[in-house]
């Protein structure tokens, strides 16, 4: 029973990948009081950062919503650490923090961050409807097309 | 006693637009352990998207300012929603992150969130006091000229 | 035993700035529930802002590290405001938020917000230890090369 989200994600077809470590000196995410920080995530693949450049430039709103789903893929990695590897405990998605490699006339940062939105919602249901901003960044770490954070609400461990 | 707010809103002369539905599969705001996080607002009117351009370009200092209103008082219907209908029970604006669709040489960023910080200000008084951010953007939803997601701590709902 | 921080920086030979009054009509902390919120802090020193311009073009990674550092000296100013003098009330820093003033082109910034990172840690040790994201902004308030807000949780104030 305490899986189910894993039950769910193996229904979608969804593989996490490994936890990344941080680029630099901080941590994956922070708790307290029942809230997980998860750091900003990149579209981190198994052979690197797979999508890098601007949306509007090099890539359309469809190939940044795959960028901004795996960056969505690398965050859940690093929630269910903070979970403990139960992705059950999660009470809620309050927030995810969306920012597009983006040329000056880019206006779908909406869309491109859907990519990540759908993901949670599909993975934990009512749960991971989330407040959101998406804006646009003229660069972002590595030239990655996509990055992004989130908080979120957690239930403790249970004895 | 409870609509405090709905009467200093009068006061003020202002009146909050219908809340919007957000532009993507997400919600306007999430509610946790008291503090609600409130989704990203763009300067939207009754006529749609009212400020599209950058500071610095299209814009002065003074129209960046009646954008962040605009955004703002989007933020404080969406607010009112999370409150259900009693913006009394805000106890405090936590926090206002105030994005800026500027040109790569603006600097006056601070003055142009003022236009939200000021408003907040005025609608809660020592309430309303929050700590902020204010950042440029090359790029916005829609070409937005700003956009403001906000924290607030709010009491539950009384019985 | 109450400033065991204040020891801290004495033998890591951290002084820190007078807290500045923000550049706006906002306020440089809340608190609520034991977290605080600390406005973007810009790279104020004795002689006003230190460092103006972008990193990739007027400014090396290196330098923009000595922004981000001097962006979090003031940021324990002001965390040192919220709690009364005694930084030892700080249970953990929860998230850093950094914004470099970026060329298109530039991909450094997560070693850039080290500069904050790293003293941080210095100075709080395992307490010290964040979440954090690190972007690139096309402008900053007063053309700042480096903007960094941030998000502490801390004890109440003891009788």
Known sequence: MSHSIDIRMKELGLILPSP?????????????????FISGQVPLGTKGIEWRGKCGAEFTVEQGQQAARLCALNLLAQLREACDGD??????????????????????????????????????????????FAVGC???PFDSTVEISGIFAILSASA
């Open 20 to 36: 990344s470590p941080p680029a630099a000196n901080y941590t994956p995410y922070t708790i307290a009081g029942g809230l997980v």
């Open 87 to 132: 992705l059950s405990r999660v009470v809620r998605c309050l927030r995810i923090e969306g920012f597009v490699n983006a040329t000056p006339d880019f206006k779908d940062h909406p869309a491109v961050i859907n990519g990540a939105s759908d993901l949670i919602a599909d993975v934990f249901g009512e749960k991971g409807v989330h407040a959101r």
């Open 138 to 140: 003229n660069s972002l």
